[in-house]
């Protein structure tokens, strides 16, 4: 059974980074592409960046992606945080390789989400 697991959210000040976990299991997330979205309060999900499969890590704009294979994890990097990045932080993936679905609705499979607040 696809699983994934995120992890590591909570508060932080702004112009604070952070850095959150996704556990997969069901599956070896290595070879497919996750995505991390994102939905606030009363928006809709938006997607922040998404790592191919066989990639070790990426890199868009204050979010970065890397990978721990042996441990079947992800992890994104949160830099210098506003109050307007606080949501929940989902990963996803549609055990495809390749980075190509243009929204949420092109990824089937999903973690619970952790949620991350910035404020003073």
């Known amino acids: 059974q696809v699983q994934l697991v995120e992890s590591g959210g909570g508060w932080v000040r702004p112009g604070g980074s952070l850095t959150i976990s996704c556990a997969a299991s069901?599956?070896?997330?290595?070879?497919?592409?996750i995505g991390w979205f994102r939905q606030a309060q009363g928006k809709e999900r938006e997607g922040l960046i998404c790592i191919s499969g066989g990639a070790s890590g990426t890199l868009k704009g204050r979010f970065a992606i890397d990978r721990d294979n042996t441990k079947n994890q992800l992890y994104l990097h949160l830099n210098g945080l506003s109050p307007e990045d606080t949501a929940v932080y989902y990963c996803a993936t549609d055990l495809a390789d390749r980075c190509d679905a243009p929204s949420y609705t092109g990824y089937a499979f999903w973690g619970q989400g952790t949620q991350v607040t910035v404020s003073s």
């Open positions: 069901g599956f070896e997330a290595g070879r497919y592409a």
